[in-house]
């Protein structure tokens, strides 16, 4: 089945610098590559995805790129704000017909911004 | 506001009880999850329902009992629960079940059980 690795586990910023979370994925199958928000005590909340006909997708100060080559994935947040901290969650699937659609989740980075 | 509702919020259960978690979506989405959360944990799929009948059971003890009574509505029946089961439960919902279609997550039930 699909293996996906996330690093780092914690990431620490200064508000307004950047930050990169990274996530690689073992099936060449997989097509498709969300990211998760998960803010302390509430529900994970799609924040962008891609999918692998696409090298790059951007909203606003987010943005993600896929290397299907490499078959890693990245999200990058710039000009960072302490409302971005959170714990965010890499995750791949493929779609196989809709008979066995799953979603593998990356083990997630808890981001912390501060001020 | 969340476009998936569950309730309750809070459930505190003995291992001898029976309870249930409910979960209501109103986006004509045709899938629904049940996933369970451990703290620092990502979510993990116990069950997909895909045009009300079970599609994925992830090998998931018979104390929990999923149903799907109508295309909005998913529960998920509790009995004789192990304290280890103690765990943040997540419902979700998708336009269908190919992975074209997000998920969207309900705020949760927050599970103990003594």
């Known amino acids: 089945g699909e293996n996906v690795e996330q690093h780092p586990s914690t990431l620490s910023v200064q508000e307004g610098d950047s930050a990169v979370i990274k996530c690689t994925y073992s099936?060449?199958?997989?097509?498709?590559f969300p990211w998760y928000k998960q803010e302390l005590g509430k529900r994970p909340q799609l924040i962008i995805d891609?999918?692998?006909?696409?090298g790059e997708k951007k909203d606003q100060r987010i943005a993600v790129t896929l290397n299907k080559t490499a078959k890693h994935f990245s999200l990058h947040i710039t000009e960072t704000q302490p409302e971005d901290s959170a714990v965010y969650f890499c995750?791949?699937?493929?779609?196989?017909?809709?008979?066995?659609?799953?979603?593998?989740f990356g083990k997630g980075t808890l981001l912390t911004v501060n001020p | 506001d969340t476009e998936v509702t569950q309730t309750p919020k809070h459930l505190v259960m003995g291992m001898t009880n029976k309870k249930s978690l409910k979960c209501e979506q109103h986006m004509g989405h045709r899938a629904m999850y049940w996933y369970k959360q451990k703290a620092k944990k990502p979510p993990e799929l116990m069950f997909v329902y895909s045009y009300e009948k079970l599609s994925i059971n992830e090998s998931v003890p018979s104390r929990f009992s999923p149903e799907c009574p109508n295309s909005s509505l998913l529960n998920l029946h509790l009995h004789a629960l192990q304290p280890e089961d103690s765990a943040l439960y997540l419902c979700?919902?998708?336009?269908?079940?190919?992975?074209?279609?997000?998920?969207?997550f309900g705020n949760g039930t927050r599970l103990t059980v003594t």
């Open positions: 891609i999918r692998s006909n696409v």
């Open positions: 995750a791949a699937s493929k779609d196989s017909g809709g008979s066995n659609y799953k979603l593998t």
């Open positions: 099936d060449s199958a997989s097509n498709y």
């Open positions: 979700a919902s998708s336009q269908d079940k190919g992975a074209n279609s997000p998920l969207h």
